[in-house]
């Protein structure tokens, strides 16, 4: 399975913002964005211009790396949400929210995205009893997932449990602690989704 295996800080400087790729250490002093606040490479801190395509392909970028998807599936996505009615850059949103390990970070249960991705992929998590290790799983209103039993004293998932006080958990998931088991709600809205993207940015790159 394809994914990005580079430094992680490096997309937050290329962005110029925290994507929050990292967790915790996002978080500290340790952030990248607090020592260098500029792109990467030897052109870095020069002047950038600016131009109408670029704002649209920063903001697709931007919202590739949040939730960890390569080009061609992030376009799968999309092409997905253009046949859907409504707003197509909220289909968009919603589509990429609904991912099993998106889902597992936003319950708690994993401290970042990546985490989240690795816990899946290692079968540590199952949806309605049945164990799925696919991190782009889609779930569906009325599903529990649930840590496997093997998987209920691993230190990564104990860690974020500490961490899911201090975390703002969206309205459209519902998370038992002593279960170890998130509940889908709802489909997220546009409202209760806190990615800093403009997605009619990427509706406008894509239209092109």
């Given at each position: 399975m394809a994914r990005y295996t580079g430094p992680d800080c490096k997309l937050c400087r290329r962005e110029r913002q925290k994507l929050y790729l990292k967790g915790t250490?996002?978080?500290?002093?340790?952030?990248?964005?607090?020592?260098?606040?500029?792109?990467?490479?030897?052109?870095?801190?020069?002047r950038i211009r600016e131009s109408e395509y670029l704002l649209q392909l920063r903001?697709?970028?931007k919202a590739r790396r949040i939730y960890g998807v390569l080009e061609r599936q992030f376009r799968n996505y999309y092409q997905e949400a253009s046949r859907q009615g409504g707003l197509t850059g909220e289909n968009l949103l919603v589509l990429l929210e609904t991912r099993?390990?998106?889902?597992?970070?936003?319950?708690?249960l994993a401290r970042s995205r990546d985490e989240a991705r690795q816990l899946v992929r290692h079968r540590h998590f199952q949806v309605?009893?049945?164990?799925?290790?696919?991190p782009s799983y889609?779930?569906?209103?009325?599903?529990?997932?649930?840590?496997?039993?093997?998987a209920r004293n691993f230190v990564p998932i104990l860690g974020s449990l500490e961490l899911i006080g201090a975390k703002q958990i969206p309205s459209w998931v519902s998370t038992d602690q002593t279960k170890l088991q998130i509940s889908v709600l709802d489909l997220p809205k546009r409202g209760q989704i806190d990615v800093p993207v403009q997605e009619q940015l990427i509706v406008e790159l894509y239209s092109k």
């Amino acid at each position: 399975m394809a994914r990005y295996t580079g430094p992680d800080c490096k997309l937050c400087r290329r962005e110029r913002q925290k994507l929050y790729l990292k967790g915790t250490r996002c978080e500290g002093p340790k952030c990248a964005i607090e020592k260098r606040p500029y792109p990467p490479g030897e052109h870095g801190r020069g002047r950038i211009r600016e131009s109408e395509y670029l704002l649209q392909l920063r903001e697709k970028q931007k919202a590739r790396r949040i939730y960890g998807v390569l080009e061609r599936q992030f376009r799968n996505y999309y092409q997905e949400a253009s046949r859907q009615g409504g707003l197509t850059g909220e289909n968009l949103l919603v589509l990429l929210e609904t991912r099993l390990d998106n889902t597992v970070f936003r319950g708690g249960l994993a401290r970042s995205r990546d985490e989240a991705r690795q816990l899946v992929r290692h079968r540590h998590f199952q949806v309605n009893g049945r164990t799925v290790n696919i991190p782009s799983y889609r779930v569906r209103v009325g599903d529990v997932i649930t840590v496997r039993d093997r998987a209920r004293n691993f230190v990564p998932i104990l860690g974020s449990l500490e961490l899911i006080g201090a975390k703002q958990i969206p309205s459209w998931v519902s998370t038992d602690q002593t279960k170890l088991q998130i509940s889908v709600l709802d489909l997220p809205k546009r409202g209760q989704i806190d990615v800093p993207v403009q997605e009619q940015l990427i509706v406008e790159l894509y239209s092109k």
